[in-house]
C-alpha cells in the first residue's frame, strides 16, 4: 500500500523559509519521479517542483530559484526547502508519486498524501 506521508508545513512571514519532508512507503522509490504540487482556493493544482526517474529535476517557473527539492533515498524521504515565501506560495502542499513527470498534470497512477498547509503571512 503506498503511504506518502508529508510534514513541516506552518506560518510564516513573507521572506521567510519552511522545509516540507515526505516520507514514502510501498512505492517503488527509486522507480518513481516524486515531487510536490500545490492547491490554494481558487487557484487550481500546480506542480511546484518534481525529482523525475533519472534524476531530472524541475521546477514551475513561479518558484524557480526559491525552491529546492531533494531526496534521502536511504530514508525514502522527499524534501521541499522553500526560500524567500511570498503570500502567494500559501497553498495545501502534497508530496505526489507518479510512473513520469506531472509538471503537467498528474497521470491516472500517481498517489499523493494528506497534504501540509503553508501559509505565508504579508
Known amino acids: 500500500q503506498v503511504q506518502l506521508v508529508e510534514s513541516g508545513g506552518g506560518l510564516v512571514q513573507a521572506g521567510g523559509s519552511l522545509r516540507l519532508s515526505c516520507v514514502a512507503s510501498g512505492l517503488g522509490y527509486r522507480s518513481s519521479c516524486l515531487g510536490w504540487f500545490r492547491e490554494a482556493p481558487g487557484k487550481g493544482r500546480e506542480t511546484v517542483a518534481e525529482i523525475d526517474t533519472d534524476g531530472t529535476i524541475r521546477y514551475a517557473d513561479s518558484v524557480k530559484g526559491r525552491f529546492t527539492i531533494s531526496k534521502d533515498n536511504a530514508k525514502n524521504t522527499l524534501y521541499l526547502q522553500m526560500n524567500s515565501l511570498k503570500p502567494e506560495d500559501t497553498a495545501m502542499y502534497y508530496c505526489?508519486?507518479?510512473?513520469?513527470?506531472?509538471?503537467?498534470?498528474?497521470?491516472?497512477?500517481?498517489?499523493w498524501g494528506q497534504g501540509t498547509q503553508v501559509t505565508v503571512s504579508s
Open positions: 505526489a508519486a507518479d510512473r513520469s513527470s506531472f509538471l503537467y498534470g498528474l497521470g491516472s497512477l500517481a498517489r
